[in-house]
């Protein structure tokens, strides 16, 4: 079966995932974030890419990002591989790619989807500055200049009201059945959202949004019988 093409368009959140290659760690320590996010860092600015989260988990990266072009979440990658591979290799050695194969993406409807998306990425790295849930929780640690979507100023007047609806959020968790859910999505390249959000992608891009439904379609009963 044909691969599908990646879903891109501007001014539209978008959740990206890269893997280490054969689950291996592509971060030993802090010096390896701080390269990555550095990495990242440039290369957003260059492909003109605003991040909202990110979670450095060990043998994977999480990215929400809302790009102003579509060609944005590819060129955004690419720099970042390119940048954290070299740095990677000259401080542990070894050669060829970090990544098991290319990186996956899920288009993020905004409002309740993009906050959920948000809250999972920032818990999913629980150590203090191996995600960007210290930026949203008033305990920045990292040097990274995140830009919170118009969602996250819907939870409080003031910064420390949002602070404090974000920790509660974060204490709270994802429920596990969503959890599933969205992690699925961003694995198998879909949409994050509403069906009719779905459904809207998938007329204007020509190509299938969520997966088709398991089995076969129900058989139509035999007219000719009587």
């Given at each position: 079966?044909?691969?599908l093409?990646?879903?891109?368009?501007?001014?539209?959140?978008?959740?990206?995932?890269?893997?280490?290659?054969?689950?291996?760690?592509?971060?030993?320590?802090?010096?390896?974030?701080?390269?990555?996010?550095?990495?990242?860092?440039?290369?957003?600015?260059?492909?003109?890419v605003?991040?909202?989260?990110?979670?450095?988990?060990?043998?994977?990266?999480?990215?929400?990002?809302?790009?102003?072009e579509?060609?944005?979440?590819?060129?955004?990658?690419?720099?970042?591989?390119?940048?954290?591979?070299?740095?990677?290799?000259r401080?542990?050695?070894?050669?060829?790619?970090?990544?098991?194969?290319?990186?996956r993406?899920?288009?993020?409807e905004?409002?309740?989807?993009?906050?959920?998306?948000?809250?999972?990425?920032?818990?999913?790295?629980?150590?203090?500055?191996?995600?960007?849930?210290?930026?949203?929780?008033?305990?920045?640690?990292?040097?990274?200049?995140?830009?919170?979507?118009?969602?996250?100023?819907?939870?409080?007047?003031?910064?420390?009201?949002?602070?404090?609806?974000?920790?509660?959020?974060?204490?709270?968790?994802?429920?596990?059945?969503?959890?599933?859910?969205?992690?699925?999505?961003?694995?198998?390249?879909?949409?994050?959202?509403?069906?009719?959000?779905?459904?809207?992608?998938?007329?204007?891009?020509?190509?299938?949004?969520?997966?088709?439904?398991?089995?076969?379609?129900?058989?139509?009963?035999?007219?000719?019988?009587?």
């Open positions: 079966m044909a691969r093409p990646r879903l891109a368009l501007p001014g539209h959140a978008h959740w990206l995932l890269q893997r280490g290659l054969a689950g291996r760690p592509v971060f030993h320590d802090d010096i390896d974030r701080d390269a990555f996010l550095a990495a990242l860092r440039e290369a957003a600015a260059a492909a003109a605003r991040v909202h989260a990110f979670a450095l988990a060990g043998d994977e990266v999480h990215l929400v990002v809302t790009p102003a579509a060609s944005g979440p590819s060129r955004l990658i690419q720099a970042v591989g390119r940048r954290y591979v070299s740095a990677h290799h401080r542990h050695g070894g050669s060829g790619t970090l990544w098991d194969g290319r990186f993406s899920a288009v993020v905004p409002g309740a989807p993009l906050l959920a998306v948000l809250a999972l990425v920032d818990g999913l790295a629980p150590e203090p500055g191996h995600s960007s849930a210290g930026h949203r929780s008033g305990h920045a640690e990292r040097r990274l200049a995140l830009v919170d979507p118009p969602e996250v100023w819907t939870l409080g007047n003031t910064p420390f009201e949002r602070e404090s609806a974000w920790r509660r959020r974060l204490e709270d968790g994802v429920p596990p059945t969503q959890r599933q859910q969205l992690l699925a999505a961003v694995r198998g390249g879909w949409v994050v959202g509403s069906p009719a959000f779905s459904r809207a992608l998938a007329e204007s891009q020509s190509r299938p949004t969520a997966p088709r439904p398991r089995g076969r379609p129900p058989r139509q009963a035999d007219r000719s019988a009587s």
